[in-house]
């Protein structure tokens, strides 16, 4: 069956292949924005700390890991440190890589949530005996968080396209598979719009998926 220049049974055949390569999409997003999210967090805590080397050292790490890009990066912990004896297999440099970079832009995004809270919040609950981590635990994290959820979502969604980089460290994930495909069929108008379809979906539905959540945290709180 022909849709325009569009073999509707060879995509149907090559689907299962790029099915495949976009369930390792997601695999590999999910583990980088919850290993990034600790990285964000941990950063995030020492740029606001009152200790001036940890407000260094996390000046340091967001301004050059935002500074060089991914590519780059992936590049180095795969090429770069198997040079200096240090072998990785492609997931862990993958989720490395893609956790140490989104790590660099969650810090700024935990940051100014953190910021954004009331600095009353914290004085009240130091006064109240709290040490300063239990006030961070207990007050005012809690209440970031859903500030939080829109700025977490969108930056979901960047690691989710971001990850097709990680096919030069021959990663089969989507793009690679897609890549791949395209090298033995010789058919680059069906594999490359059926990825780009896959890529749509699946940030079309993560990103209602995070809109319906911020809908229901707002009616939870009220407004």
């Known amino acids: 069956m022909q849709l325009g220049p569009l ?45 001036k080397i940890l407000n260094w ?6 301004w050059v890991i935002r500074g060089v890009p991914l590519l780059l990066q992936l590049m180095f912990l795969y090429y770069g440190l198997a040079f200096a004896g240090i072998m990785l297999d492609e997931f862990t440099v993958a989720v490395l890589g893609l956790s140490v970079c989104g790590g660099a832009y969650i810090a700024e995004i935990i940051r100014a949530g953190i910021l954004s809270i009331d600095r009353g919040q914290m004085e ?21 968080y859903r500030r939080l959820l829109p700025p977490m979502g969108n930056e979901f969604i960047t690691l989710m396209k971001d990850s097709a980089l990680v096919s030069v460290i021959t990663m089969t994930e989507l ?45 939870s709180d009220g407004k």
């Open 124 to 144: 009240a609950a130091l006064s109240m005996g709290m040490t300063y981590a239990q006030a961070m635990r207990r007050v005012i994290l809690p209440q970031a």
């Open 175 to 219: 793009l690679r598979s897609a890549t791949q495909l395209q090298s033995v069929t010789f058919r680059p108008v069906e594999v490359y719009i059926t990825a780009g379809l896959l890529y749509l979906i699946m940030t079309t539905f993560f990103t209602i998926v995070f809109d319906r959540l911020e809908r229901k945290l707002a009616v």
């Open 57 to 62: 050292i996390g000046g340091l790490y967001t």
């Open 7 to 51: 073999d509707i049974a060879f995509i149907l055949k090559i689907l299962p292949t790029l099915l495949k390569g976009a369930v390792m999409t997601i695999k590999l997003t999910a583990f980088a924005i919850v290993f990034g999210t600790l990285i964000g967090l941990i950063v995030a805590l020492a740029k606001i700390s009152s200790i």
